[in-house]
């Protein structure tokens, strides 16, 4: 049972580039989140999805889009990285309104 | 948006020694959820709460959700070096929406 994957665990990008940030569950959980984690500020809710095919904005949606493909999948899309996306974001599952996270991506833009 | 203030910002205690920590918030919730993050890694949640009064143990952890629903504090006794890390309430209406403390980082001298 491995709770939520996330892919890549580090990436770098060049200003401009775009790449996609991969989660999975097997939880057989309903809901799944994007957070992005900056030093100081704790978690800041980016995206999430409270069932298959559906996706709601968080309190930093931005420059972010978002795919739930299926129960288990939820990916993360930078189309246009830039050096203030620079954080480590963090994918998680719910059940009965207690989250489960990922390790981690971190990913720097220069 | 909702946000959540903790404190302390840090803390160093001695091992051995008992550990208070508190959230508050200006909105209520409905959930309040207590998380240990060590380095590296995502979080991992530790207790949650989900009634007003509440109090609830997990081995040397205990928290409550406060009478207002707008606090919550958490008491960690008997600390040891493996409690090092940083712990983030997080307060939630409903499973939708999340929020995060920006975390008390906690260290123990041995």
């Known amino acids: 049972n491995a709770g939520v994957t996330q892919t890549p665990k580090f990436q770098v990008l060049k200003t401009g580039q775009s790449m996609t940030l991969q989660c999975a569950q097997d939880m057989n959980h309903n809901s799944m989140y994007w957070y992005r984690q900056d030093p100081g500020m704790g978690l800041r809710l980016i995206y999430y999805?409270?069932?298959?095919?559906?996706?709601d904005k968080g309190e930093v949606p931005n420059g972010y889009n978002v795919s739930r493909l299926n129960k288990r999948e939820f990916s993360l899309r930078l189309e246009s990285a830039a050096p203030s996306q620079t954080s480590v974001y963090f994918c998680?599952?719910?059940?009965?309104?207690?989250?489960?996270f990922g390790p981690g991506t971190r990913l720097t833009v220069t | 948006g909702q946000q959540l203030n903790q404190s302390p910002q840090s803390m160093f205690i001695q091992e051995g020694e008992d550990v208070s920590m508190n959230c508050t918030s200006s909105?209520?919730?409905?959930?309040w959820l207590w998380y240990k993050q060590d380095p590296g890694e995502g979080p991992v949640l530790l207790i949650a709460l989900y009634k007003a009064g509440e109090l609830t143990s997990n081995g040397r952890l205990t928290a409550q959700f406060g009478i207002t629903r707008k606090d919550s504090f958490l008491n960690i006794s008997a600390s040891i070096p493996s409690d090092v890390g940083i712990y983030f309430c997080a307060g939630d209406n409903y499973g939708q929406n999340f929020v995060f403390g920006p975390g008390t980082r906690l260290s123990v001298l041995p």
């Open positions: 998680a599952s719910s059940v009965n309104y207690e989250q489960y």
């Open positions: 999805s409270a069932s298959e095919g559906t996706t």
């Open positions: 909105s209520i919730f409905n959930t």
